[in-house]
């Protein structure tokens, strides 16, 4: 069963703009993770944020994280035809650190 | 260094067949994971392993699954008796310890059931 979803499902935009991805989840966690894949195969680790941290950076990367609403976000910074994949937010609970995964949003980037 | 493997890369089965999947984890990692990607269910965890603890088989899907973990470090996903919905990717992912790090995942075998 899922327990993140990420929203939107789908998101297009032009190379350069920023890309802001949302992550909703429904029961406490360890910490939360993001990825990306590209074509289906295996997914690469962007950023792991903890419980008891509210922001992250990495690069071009800004995780947010809100536990009183459940939710974090990922930002995409000056975004590139190469960040093209799927993203997905996965919840960590800690008890054997098994991920949760949302659906998954699929952004492309136009060049 | 090396990062997670995994063989084959793509496997085609006939329904009712057995299917051995193998993963090679990142060398020192003492946690490894089996989750499996499909349309229709998403990314699903199926088992963990940590150290030489006993594996904690709460997602495998039904008693056809089985997974071992060989020395501490190979493990194989074994499916019996294939059904057409086991068809999915097949992914597996390591971390230095099992409790709150990253996990790394290897490329996944792609099993299609006939």
């Known amino acids: 069963s899922q327990q993140g979803e990420e929203d939107p499902q789908a998101l297009s935009i032009q190379e350069g703009e920023n890309a802001t991805m949302n992550c909703s989840y429904k029961t406490s966690i360890n910490n939360l993770q993001w990825y990306r894949q590209n074509s289906g195969r295996g997914l690469v680790h962007l950023i792991l944020i903890r419980s008891n941290e509210r922001e992250k950076h990495s690069g071009r990367l800004r995780v947010t994280l809100d536990t009183s609403k459940k939710s974090s976000s990922l930002l995409i910074t000056a975004s590139r035809a190469a960040d093209t994949a799927s993203y997905f937010c996965a919840t960590d609970g800690g008890a054997n650190s098994k991920l949760t995964f949302g659906k998954g949003i699929t952004l492309s980037v136009r060049p | 260094g090396a990062g997670v493997s995994q063989s084959p890369s793509n496997k085609v089965t006939e329904k009712g067949k057995d299917v051995e999947l193998r993963c090679d984890p990142i060398?020192?990692?003492?946690?490894l994971y089996w989750y499996r990607q499909s349309l229709g269910q998403g990314l699903e965890f199926l088992i963990y392993f940590q150290g030489n603890s006993a594996p904690d088989k709460s997602g495998l899907p039904s008693d056809r699954f089985s997974a071992e973990r060989t020395g501490g470090s190979v493990s194989t996903l074994t499916i019996q008796r294939t059904q057409q919905e086991d068809s999915a990717v097949y992914l597996c992912?390591?971390?230095?310890?099992?409790?709150?790090?990253?996990?790394?995942f290897g490329p996944g075998t792609r099993l299609t059931v006939t």
């Open positions: 060398s020192g990692h003492t946690a």
């Open positions: 992912a390591s971390s230095l310890v099992g409790g709150g790090y990253e996990q790394y």
